[in-house]
């Protein structure tokens, strides 16, 4: 061995013994599946410190998969053991083929964003929804919103709006730049009874939707600084912005929000929500008390652009 | 949600602390991969405290795969983006079948304990021999042995006789319950010019080697509390005992040894060493003061047996 004395090698190295104490060999595994994730940094931060409940007992991680790698990723789930994993751009609908069981209702939605690994059967299931109408109803703005425009008809959209339509908005319109993605949702949702429309662009300007939701990548990563949203008008009689990014916190998207002076939610709050279900689906009910809290760190506070109050109590 | 209040919910939760900082959106996995690893919870302190180093950068893990699965778990591997992971009992040499790229010493070991995922190529290595040598060189007795019987011809068993007639030990005994193992390496390393020998039990009794290594999985889990050595006439010349085992600290193999009055050394140092070396072939060089820093922790200490004095500065 050939190292030699490192300059500045603390007296007493804190992270040592930091790092040491996350992981045991009895550690359960979860994650967070994307083909692009550098994103996330907090969904790891709050997912851990919501783990941390049950002392070392489990961790969340992340695998970077590109599309062509799904399939094994998925038998590598089963194969290493994981316990679980979120899902995330672009797999949520392509993920469905690989699974052993779903109940109906993830079926319907036709997007799963979390695979629970139970002794080797994996089970999909989409807690994009529950996280979206938990922190929808933290705003405390539910009872002005009567319609909704959805940009991005992918995994992420197609849960909302099946959501929202549960919820008994009476009309979603959706937009997509792939048109045929909102019309498979259009045709699936109008079966329920609920005004679900596709758009294409040139209708974007005439809309007046109550609410308006960005679930689409435009914003975050290498397309940082875009918005979906081109023509203030459709946004001129809002009552909230919604943006399924956070990172960053205020995107262009949610800056238009301000320009208009509607209020304007990001992601985060969402994800929190969400981690908390699919933790409660996969491991057990982590209790309230311990969700606020994180919910309170400094780290997660400064990141939400909260259209209401400071994060609520009860959701 | 119908969570209640926890009782003693902590007014500043340290743990929620801890937790949310050991992993973050571009932390790169490393694992330890194996069919029962519940008797290494030192393997992922250490590595993790090692690892720490580069901060959040990489996090050790635990994988358990059963024989069956080995192979969707080496192509999980890949498609998961999991940088390495160390292999242990029972896929060290069955892993072979499904790597991609091998430096001939290592083919010629016959046993990968290291595979190193390098943009979707997986490399083998053998880390297992080196920090065997290293720990051996540790203890200050190497001088002292010019023989070694080795109980055990598995992945481990055929890494450490390799590594013993390389550093020029005259004379090595193996012995396996199945005794087609031992053969195997004995004509593999006879063609080196080393004089090895397959024994059968019969032969044990009558044996009087420097060195005694239980590379079996005896003395832990559940075997706990058994030792492969029957007949305590063999071990009364030894000048060192050498378990690979370290959960127990004082396996029933190494109590026999302090019968004798034989040194002892467990597994633990052996596994830092082999530790360092797996991080410095998968990532990068581990500077050598952070390396004896973790060695010196108390968790580590404790639960060592070292044979000759403390942790040596250098191997």
Redesign the interface.
């Known amino acids: 061995?050939t190292?030699?004395?490192?300059a500045g090698?603390p007296a007493k190295?804190l992270?040592?013994?930091?790092?040491?104490?996350?992981?045991?060999?009895?550690?359960r595994?979860l994650g967070l599946?994307g083909a692009d994730?550098?994103?996330?940094?907090l969904?790891?931060?709050?997912n851990?410190?919501l783990?941390?409940y049950w002392?070392r007992k489990y961790?969340?991680?992340?695998?970077?998969?590109p599309a062509e790698?799904?399939?094994?990723?998925i038998?590598?789930?089963?194969?290493?053991?994981?316990l679980a994993c979120n899902v995330t751009f672009p797999h949520k609908v392509a993920i469905m083929n690989y699974l052993d069981e779903m109940d109906d209702s993830t079926r319907r939605m036709g997007s799963v964003n979390l695979v629970v690994n139970r002794e080797g059967v994996l089970w999909g299931y989409n807690t994009d929804s529950m996280g979206f109408m938990d922190a929808l109803h933290a705003t405390g703005l539910m009872d002005d919103l009567d319609s909704a425009l959805i940009y991005g008809a992918g995994g992420a959209g197609r849960a909302l709006a099946t959501a929202l339509a549960a919820a008994g908005i009476s009309k979603i319109w959706l937009y997509d730049i792939v048109e045929a993605r909102s019309h498979a949702i259009e045709s699936r949702l109008s079966h329920n009874g609920c005004r679900v429309c596709a758009v294409a662009p040139e209708d974007l300007p005439h809309l007046r939707p109550a609410l308006i939701v960005n679930a689409t990548p435009l914003g975050r990563g290498e397309q940082a600084g875009v918005s979906p949203l081109e023509d203030l008008r459709t946004g001129q009689d809002a009552r909230l912005f919604f943006d399924l990014n956070y990172n960053p916190a205020r995107s262009r998207f949610l800056q238009q929000a301000g320009t208009l002076g509607v209020p304007a939610e990001n992601g985060l709050r969402m994800m929190c929500y969400q981690a908390k279900r699919s933790i409660d689906i996969a491991v057990d009910?982590?209790?309230?008390?311990?969700?606020y809290?994180?919910l309170r760190?400094k780290?997660i506070e400064q990141h939400m652009v909260a259209a209401g109050s400071a994060p609520a109590a009860?959701?």
């Open positions: 061995m190292d030699t004395k490192v090698f190295p992270v040592l013994d930091r790092m040491g104490t996350c992981v045991r060999a009895g550690t595994l599946l994730i550098r994103h996330a940094d969904a790891f931060s709050f851990n410190q783990l941390s002392e961790l969340y991680v992340p695998y970077s998969v790698e799904l399939e094994n990723a038998q590598g789930i089963r194969a290493l053991d994981i009910q982590v209790p309230f008390d311990w969700f809290t994180a760190t780290e009860t959701p």
